[in-house]
């Protein structure tokens, strides 16, 4: 059994910064791509950034310059530091990761419950 459990969602105000964390735990033999999603109220969800485990990352339109993905390979963590946050980044975040569980098990796609940012203008 895998679990991801993200933390470090909150409320701040417009400008300010929050960090959140994802960790990757139970039966897991390799981490491939990591990533963070978000979902707004109405909307659907979508990409916000995304981790290799080599360390190559990709990131929406919307938040470069002002977000970073990180990853810990020893402790199976994802993180995204969030700077200059907008009212229009309120969301749920949702981390993602792509897990082999065992050799043979191929690769399967594990998703957080979410974690919630409010950004109040």
């Known amino acids: 059994q895998v679990q991801l459990v993200e933390s470090g969602g909150g409320l701040v105000q417009a400008g300010g910064s929050l960090r959140l964390s994802c960790a990757a735990s139970?039966?897991?033999?390799?981490?491939?791509?990591m990533g963070w999603f978000r979902q707004a109220p109405g909307k659907q969800r979508e990409l916000v950034a995304v981790?290799?485990?080599?360390?190559?990352?990709n990131y929406a339109d919307s938040v470069k310059g002002r977000f970073t993905i990180s990853r810990d390979n020893a402790k199976n963590t994802v993180y995204l530091q969030m700077d200059s946050l907008k009212p229009e980044d309120t969301a749920v975040y949702y981390c993602?990761?792509?897990?082999?569980?065992?050799?043979?098990?191929?690769?399967?796609?594990?998703w957080g419950q979410g974690t919630r940012v409010t950004v109040s203008s």
């Open positions: 993602k990761a792509d897990i082999w569980i065992n050799w043979l098990s191929g690769e399967v796609e594990y």
């Open positions: 139970g039966s897991i033999f390799k981490i491939n791509a």
């Open positions: 981790i290799t485990r080599g360390g190559s990352t």
